[in-house]
């Protein structure tokens, strides 16, 4: 296993378009994590899963974002009508609640991100 | 109570020098201490995390040092090198086992520049 891994990586729509992203976690890993990060800042989060549950989402996560991880394997966000705020990168994280040899329990795995630029 | 204050907001070193960049939280819930090293392109990747348990957790050249009372933290990276050049996030975050786990408040993010 190579690690998570995130696409696409570079999305460029014009704005009210819709666009999904997918990312698919470290195999053995049953917690996905979606953040947010914007230029100069630090990832924001927005939601997680355990498994095929979700189980918090953030009040970032407006009504035109949804996140799905139906078989509890490689999960989507969706963003609706998208706006030239929603620009920023959208960062997929793993982790194992009982750790193993791909890292401690907790530990955070971060994908390379999916890039989002709305015109 | 969530923030997590992160300082300098940049930071140049010559090589061979210390580094030395430093959070502050409020959650006193915060019980996971974790810093993530982010190239330009890349998603952040953890570098050392210390609980509160410890006062310091050295690894390599990378030091956590811990104040609780003070609700502060830092990281000290020793002989630093050009290919640190990148930006540093601090990060809090509660206890293992419980459903907050693993959501991370980060730092604002300070950018390390090592010149050779």
């Known amino acids: 296993d190579t690690g998570v891994s995130q696409n696409p990586r570079h999305k460029i729509t014009k704005r009210g378009q819709n666009v999904t992203f997918r990312c698919d976690p470290i195999s053995e890993h049953n917690r996905l994590y979606w953040y947010r990060q914007t230029l100069g800042q630090g990832p924001e989060f927005l939601t997680y899963f355990q498994n095929e549950a979700q189980l918090e989402k953030s009040r970032l996560l407006s009504d035109r974002f949804s996140a799905e991880r139906p078989k509890g394997s490689f999960s989507t966000l969706e963003i609706q009508r998208t706006e030239q705020g929603d620009s920023a990168m959208y960062l997929c994280?793993?982790?194992?609640?009982?750790?193993?040899?791909?890292?401690?329990?907790?530990?955070?795995?971060f994908g390379e991100g999916s890039r989002l630029t709305v015109l | 109570q969530q923030q997590v204050k992160q300082s300098p907001q940049s930071l140049i070193v010559q090589k061979g020098g210390i580094s030395i960049i430093n959070c502050a939280y409020e959650n006193t819930a915060f019980d996971y201490f974790p810093w993530y090293q982010q190239f330009p392109g890349k998603g952040p990747a953890l570098l050392i995390a210390?609980?509160?348990?410890?006062s310091e957790k050295k690894e390599g050249r990378f030091t956590i040092s811990f104040n609780k009372s003070a609700k502060q933290f830092s990281l000290h990276i020793m002989d630093s090198q050009p290919g640190d050049s990148a930006t540093y996030f601090c990060?809090?975050?509660?206890?293992?086992?419980?459903?907050?786990?693993?959501?991370?408040?980060f730092g604002q993010g300070t950018i390390l520049t090592v010149h050779p």
């Open positions: 210390i609980r509160p348990d410890v």
């Open positions: 990060a809090a975050s509660r206890r293992a086992g419980g459903t907050s786990y693993g959501k991370l408040t």
């Open positions: 994280a793993s982790s194992s609640l009982t750790g193993g040899t791909s890292g401690k329990a907790g530990e955070l795995f």
